[in-house]
């Protein structure tokens, strides 16, 4: 049963234009989000998080965004840019499961010049 | 080195093989976790290692067998695999607060296994 879920195998996006990830959860007990980026051939690497006190959280070109009613998570960035381009996982966890993690399956973003 | 290491990078072994996947960390953590990566699913997590204490085995098989000698190395001993069990393996590291405070994850590159 896979309580995260990124129903986006890929976007694409023009250089410039706002990139929007979207990722959708079942278990209301999560209270803690991040989202990470794989580039090919290396391993994830962390990008934003966001705990469910919070609506949002921003850090430079990349915002996070938190429904907890609808269950769902978004990550923006805007300006997009072709480095950018890159597999981006959200990820959730349940307080005081030692840091145990649930991902999703990974949205593929292409940034075009 | 810095950050998470894995060694190898790529792995071939048969069915009747034994092998192991290795993982450093030089970031001072005291967290260490094994996850698999399958082809259109989502990371799985194997093993959890606080302070070098197995704190989380998510039913993997016996076949996949984890040691962490100490806080910087973690290891995952492979024998009589499957074809199915083909996949990225990725090492990852964390400072556990122990309360449950939240701390992102470092990832190795991983290993690509390939099970003849």
Known sequence: DQQVKQNSPSLSVQEGRISILNCDYTNSMFDYFLWYKKYPAEGPTFLISISSIKDKNEDGRFTVFLNKSAKHLSLHIVPSQPGDSAVYFCAASVAHTGNQFYFGTGTSLTVIP | ?116
Do not use: I
């Open chain 2, 1 to 116: 080195e810095t950050g998470v290491t894995q060694t190898p990078r790529h792995l071939v072994m048969g069915m009747t093989n034994k092998k192991s996947l290795k993982c450093e960390q030089h970031l001072g953590h005291n967290a260490m976790y094994w996850y698999k990566q399958s082809a259109k699913k989502p990371l799985e997590l194997m093993f959890v290692y606080s302070l070098e204490e197995r704190v989380e085995n998510n039913s993997v098989p016996s076949r996949f067998s984890p040691e962490c000698p100490n806080s910087s190395h973690l290891f995952l001993h492979l024998h009589t695999l499957q074809p199915e069990d083909s996949a990225l393996y990725l090492c990852a590291s964390s400072q556990d607060g122990g309360t449950g405070g939240y701390n992102e994850q470092f990832f190795g590159p991983g290993t690509r296994l390939t099970v003849l």
